[in-house]
Nanobody, 122 residues
Framework: VQLQASGGGLVQAGGSLRLSCTVS????????KGWFRQAPGKEREFVAA????????YYANSVRGRFAIVRDNAETTFYLQMNSLKPEDTAVYYC????????????????WGQGTEVTVSS
């Protein structure tokens, strides 16, 4: 069972990136899905999540209005579209899937991708 995050890179402030999280080995239907990030020297923090039904999305205040989490209909891939990027968005981004608990906390997620690095230059 794997979650594979990809799409990170170096971008100038104001630019955009789309991160992808591809599922393999099993289906994650029935799981909520989310993105977290961890900057150097900081704790992992919630970025965005999408509910099991796909009908509700949740965002950290720092990214609301700039980022969007979406998933494909087959639920084999979900994405984080990041627009208007800022230097403070620089971090390693992790995708995750979980069955229970609050979307906002890492311990509510059972499966994690390996992380993809995003660097935003000023």
């Amino acid at each position: 069972v794997q979650l594979q995050a990809s799409g990170g890179g170096l971008v100038q402030a104001g630019g955009s990136l789309r991160l992808s999280c591809t599922v393999s080995g099993r289906t994650f239907r029935g799981y909520h899905k989310g993105w977290f990030r961890q900057a150097p020297g900081k704790e992992r923090e919630f970025v965005a999540a999408i509910s099991v039904s796909g009908g509700t999305t949740y965002y950290a205040n720092s990214v609301r209005g700039r980022f969007a989490i979406v998933r494909d209909n087959a639920e084999t891939t979900f994405y984080l579209q990041m627009n208007s990027l800022k230097p403070e968005d620089t971090a390693v981004y992790y995708c995750a899937a979980g069955e229970h608990g609050s979307f906002y906390y890492p311990n509510s997620y059972d499966y994690w991708g390996q992380g993809t690095e995003v660097t935003v230059s000023s």
